[in-house]
C-alpha cells in the first residue's frame, strides 16, 4: 500500500497547508479519503491521476473534509469522464452535492452514484476479489465513519524449481497458486506446501480521523499495518479535546498501542503549532513507531 | 479605486492559476466579486484582510465563480467574526449554503445577509453615502449579473487662501465643500465658486463576466473608468462563444469601444492558450487602452 498525503491539518486551507485529504494506493485502486477545499489543485499539484480514482470516502461533513468535493465533481465532468464514480459518505451529501450543481443548472456525464452511510456499527461498505473497506465509527462532533482498508491474502507464490522438479503439467499452476493439491504427470500426488510459499502478508490501513480518544475502535483496528490516528492538540491543550471532540498526540498513541498496530501516522494538527516534532515526541512516550503526517508527504508499506 | 486579481481564469482550478475572483477597495470598502475555490488562500497570499470583507458579489452559479464561497463563510466564523456579512448573488444561493452548514451542524456566530437577485433589469443593490453598486443583467447559460460600482461625486475642495482672503468662518466650511455660497464676517455673499475648485472625477469600475457578446449592457457601463469584461476566446475559436455563451477578446473590445470605456480589462482565459499577449493582441486591433488580468496583478485608476 502507499499512502499521499495531500492535506493533513485541522482548520481552514492557507497557503502553504491544507485541509484533509489523501490518496491510498492498493491493488490498482486509487482510493480518495475526505476531500478538504483545494484537494483537486492537490491531486494535480502530485501528479495524481483523475480518472484512475474511482471511490471517494469521506468521513464527516465538517467543511475541512469535504468543500472540495463538489469542485472535483465538477472538473471530472469537465475532464470528460466516463466511468463511473462512487462516494460514500453521510446521509446529507448526496443532496448537498445534487443542489449545488442543481443551482448552476449542470450535471454529469458520468454516473455518480452515493452510498449514504448512516449506520453506527462497522459495516462493510465495498469489497471486491483484493479488497475491502469497513466504516470505523468515530466519536465527534457529528456523524464521523473512519475507514479501513484491508488487503484480501493473495494468491501463494509457486516455486518454480520445484514446481519443475516435481513434473507438474503447466495448466495445474493457476490451482497450485489458489493452495490446491495436484497430480504431476506420473500421476503422484504433490503436496501444495512443497511447491509454493506463502503469500505476502495482507496489508491493512485505518483511517481515523476527526475523532476523540475513542477505545470502542480498537477491535476494528486491531493490529493494522497502519493507523492514522487524528492529533490535533500537544498536550498542553488536551482540556480541549473533550470539547471539540479531538484528540492528543497521547492519545492517539494509546489507541496505537491498545489495538497493536504496527505504525502510527499522526496528523490533522491545529494550525496554533509551529513545530510538529512535538507531536511526535509526546506520542513516542507511549508508542514507538510514529510518523508524522505531512502535505505532500508519501508513506509505502 | 483599486482592483486586486484574485483569480482570472475560466474552468477549475489549477496548480498555478485560479477561478474568478477579485477584491475592489473603493472610498474604504473591501467588495469582495465572486469567490471560486480556493478564494480563501488567495486573500491570504495577497495579505488582504478577511474582517474588512463586509460584501460579496456573486455574478452566477457556475462553480468556478462560487464554490469558494462556502469556505470563507465558515473561517469567518472560525476568526471569531462578529462583522455582518452581506452576500449579494442568484436566487438558490442563500439555500445552497444554508443547506451546506446545515448537514454538518454548523452555523455561523455572525449575520450572514442574503441578498438574492432575481431580475433581468439593472437594478440599485448597494448605496451608500459614497459609492452605488448596481447589477448589470449579462447573457450566459444561466441567470448572470455583472456588477457596477460607482462612487458618488465628493465634496468640492476648498481653496484655503482664498477662504482666507474672503475672511470666512471656520463653522461654514462643511457647507462651502457642499458648494454652498456663504456669507463672510462682513455679511458679505461670497459664491462657492470663487473659493472652491471641483472635486476629483468619481471612479467606476464595471464587472461583466461571465457573457457572451451583449450590446444591451453599452448604456449601462456607458463610459466607466474600468471595464473587466470576459474574452474566454481568441478569434480563431470564436465559434465557440455562441455555444457557451463567452466572448472572444475581440468582442470585448468592441464593447468597450461602443460603451466609449475609458480602459478595458480583460480575463476568464480559457486554460488552453499559453501566450496571454494573443488576448491583448487581439483586443488592440479594436481598442487601444486594454489590458490583461493574471493572478496576483492589481490595478490603480
Not at 472538473?75 to 462516494?87: C, E, M, V
Not at 443551482?103 to 458520468?110: F, K, L, M, R
Not at 506420473?186 to 511447491?195: D, L, M, T
Not at 479531538?246 to 492519545?251: E, G, I, L, R, T
Amino acid at each position: 500500500m502507499k499512502l499521499n498525503i495531500l492535506g493533513c491539518y485541522a482548520a481552514t486551507p492557507r497557503e502553504f497547508t491544507n485541509p484533509t485529504s489523501q490518496v491510498l494506493e492498493v491493488r490498482g485502486h486509487l482510493f480518495l479519503i475526505d476531500c478538504g477545499e483545494g484537494t483537486q489543485v492537490q491531486l494535480r499539484k502530485y501528479k495524481i491521476k483523475f480518472a484512475r480514482i474511482k471511490h471517494i470516502f469521506i468521513s464527516h461533513l465538517h467543511g475541512d473534509h469535504f468543500y472540495g468535493l463538489i469542485g472535483l465533481i465538477s472538473t471530472f465532468r469537465l475532464l470528460g469522464r466516463d466511468a463511473d464514480l462512487h462516494i460514500y459518505g453521510p446521509k446529507g451529501l448526496k443532496d448537498a452535492m445534487f443542489f449545488l450543481l442543481k443551482i448552476g443548472n449542470s450535471s454529469v456525464n458520468y454516473q455518480l452514484i452515493f452510498h449514504e452511510l448512516t449506520s453506527e456499527k462497522s459495516e462493510l461498505i465495498f469489497e471486491d476479489d483484493k479488497v475491502t473497506v469497513h466504516t470505523i465509527p468515530l466519536n465527534h462532533r457529528v456523524y464521523t465513519n473512519g475507514f479501513l482498508f484491508q488487503e484480501k491474502p493473495g494468491d501463494r507464490k509457486l516455486d518454480i524449481n520445484k514446481v519443475m522438479d516435481y513434473d507438474i503439467e503447466q495448466c495445474y499452476y493457476q490451482n497450485i497458486k489458489l493452495g490446491k493439491d495436484v497430480l504431476n504427470k506420473k500421476g503422484e500426488i504433490v503436496k501444495n506446501e512443497w511447491i509454493t510459499t506463502a503469500p505476502a502478508t495482507p496489508k491493512s490501513y485505518a483511517f481515523c480521523s476527526d475523532t476523540m480518544y475513542e477505545e470502542s475502535i480498537i477491535p476494528i483496528i486491531k493490529g493494522v499495518s497502519l493507523l492514522y490516528h487524528e492529533s490535533t492538540f500537544l498536550e498542553e491543550h488536551e482540556y480541549l479535546c473533550e470539547k471539540t471532540k479531538h484528540s492528543s498526540a497521547k492519545q492517539a498513541a494509546t489507541i496505537a498501542k491498545k489495538a497493536q498496530v504496527q505504525q502510527l501516522l499522526l496528523g490533522h494538527y491545529s494550525t496554533r503549532y509551529k513545530n510538529l516534532e512535538e507531536f511526535k515526541d509526546e506520542a513516542n512516550t507511549i508508542f514507538e513507531k510514529v510518523w508524522l503526517a505531512d502535505d505532500g508527504k508519501s508513506f509505502d508499506f
